[in-house]
T-cell receptor, first 113, second 111 residues
Framework: DTGVSQDPRHKITKRGQNVTFRCDPI?????LYWYRQTLGQGPEFLTY????????KSRLLSDRFSAERPKGSFSTLEIQRTEQGDSAMYLC???????????FGPGTRLTVT | QKEVEQNSGPLSVPEGAIASLNCTYS??????FFWYRQYSGKSPELIMS????GDKEDGRFTAQLNKASQYVSLLIRDSQPSDSATYLC???????????FGSGTRLQVQP
């Protein structure tokens, strides 16, 4: 257990539905990252926050995706109008700003049917 | 486009042997490198970090870095069946400090 938690661990949804995932980072870590991993690939960067500010979004993050980190604590990632191509493992990681080692949560596996 | 390349494997070694996993990266200014282990259906687990040229040892694991050749490797000594997993090489982007991952090498340790 790295101290990063994610909820839910699994989500099955029908195409066109909205889903929201939550990540709780290690408490003293002020940077939080979202990655997406599909089968046979390494995780790919989606977006990151320093405290409550979202500093960068990957071009992988279409307009259907939105992320928030209110008060610089937990973060949510919402996908609107899900598509089958959104099926993946969504991973959250946290790090101290200036630090090097990122610790991942257990991930949320999304299946869009 | 910053890239990290790994042989997808599978790399099969007998129990007790040394497993050698390799990784190359494209961004010459990269300074921080990591190896993660990922069991099927689980999230990546950090096992080694390396920041300077040379070797870094931690238990049965040794990470090797050669910045001139843009090459990182991981050696696993006395391989055990429980080491069977996918090993991901990751390079830290110095700006946003996000990780760029290779696609991973699948290691199989045969009892």
């Amino acid at each position: 257990d790295t101290g990063v938690s994610q909820d839910p661990r699994h989500k099955i949804t029908k195409r066109g539905q909205n889903v929201t995932f939550r990540c709780d980072p290690i408490s003293e870590h002020n940077r939080l990252y979202w990655y997406r991993q599909t089968l046979g690939q390494g995780p790919e960067f989606l977006t990151y926050f320093q405290n409550e500010a979202q500093l960068e979004k990957s071009r992988l993050l279409s307009d259907r995706f939105s992320a928030e980190r209110p008060k610089g604590s937990f973060s949510t990632l919402e996908i609107q109008r899900t598509e089958q191509g959104d099926s993946a493992m969504y991973l959250c990681a946290s790090i101290l700003a200036g630090g090097g080692e990122q610790y991942f949560g257990p991930g949320t596996r999304l299946t869009v049917t | 486009q910053k890239e990290v390349e790994q042989n997808s494997g599978p790399l099969s070694v007998p129990e007790g042997a040394i497993a050698s996993l390799n990784c190359t990266y494209s961004d010459r200014v990269s300074q921080s490198f990591f190896w993660y282990r990922q069991y099927s259906g689980k999230s990546p687990e950090l096992i080694m970090s390396i920041y300077s040229n040379g070797d870094k040892e931690d238990g049965r694991f040794t990470a090797q870095l050669n910045k001139a050749s843009q090459y990182v490797s991981l050696l696993i000594r006395d391989s055990q069946p429980s080491d069977s997993a996918t090993y991901l090489c990751a390079v830290l982007d110095t700006g946003r400090r996000a990780l760029t991952f290779g696609s991973g090498t699948r290691l199989q340790v045969q009892p």
